[in-house]
Nanobody
Framework: VQLQASGGGSVQAGDSLKLSCVAS????????LGWFRQAPGKEREFVAS??????????PDYKDSVKGRFTISGDAKNTVYLQMNSLKLEDTAVYYC??????????WGQGTQVTVSS
C-alpha cells in the first residue's frame, strides 16, 4: 500500500486547510484510513479516521480536541480528506495518513507539514 498526502501549508490561526491522501496498491476492500500528527518534541497522535467496508464508508472517529473543527471524509477512489477549520497554534504538526487493513495501522504516508501562526 502506498499513501501520498498533500495539502499542508502555513496559515494563520483561525484559517482553514484541507489535506488529502490517496491510498493505492493492495488496499483491500475493508480497511481504515486515518490521520495522525506529530508536533515537535511530542509523540505521534491520532487525529481522525474512517472505515471502508466493501464499497461503503463508515465512521468517523475524532480526537476530542479537533471535534467540531476537523472533518474527515473519503471517496470511492480510496482518497481520504481532512478539512481543518478554525486552526489553532497547537494544531501545528506534521500530519500523516495511514492505512489499517485490520485494526492496526501498518502503512504510512510521508507526512505533510501544517504550520499555524498567530
Amino acid at each position: 500500500v502506498q499513501l501520498q498526502a498533500s495539502g499542508g501549508g502555513s496559515v494563520q490561526a483561525g484559517d482553514s486547510l484541507k489535506l488529502s491522501c490517496v491510498a493505492s496498491g493492495r488496499t483491500g476492500s475493508s480497511f481504515s484510513l486515518g490521520w495522525f500528527r506529530q508536533a515537535p518534541g511530542k509523540e505521534r497522535e491520532f487525529v481522525a479516521s474512517i472505515k471502508w467496508r466493501v464499497g461503503s464508508i463508515f465512521g468517523p472517529d475524532y480526537k476530542d480536541s479537533v471535534k467540531g473543527r476537523f472533518t474527515i471524509s473519503g471517496d470511492a477512489k480510496n482518497t481520504v480528506y481532512l478539512q481543518m477549520n478554525s486552526l489553532k497554534l497547537e494544531d501545528t504538526a506534521v500530519y500523516y495518513c495511514a492505512h489499517a487493513p485490520a485494526g492496526r495501522y501498518m502503512y504510512w504516508g510521508q507526512g505533510t507539514q501544517v504550520t499555524v501562526s498567530s
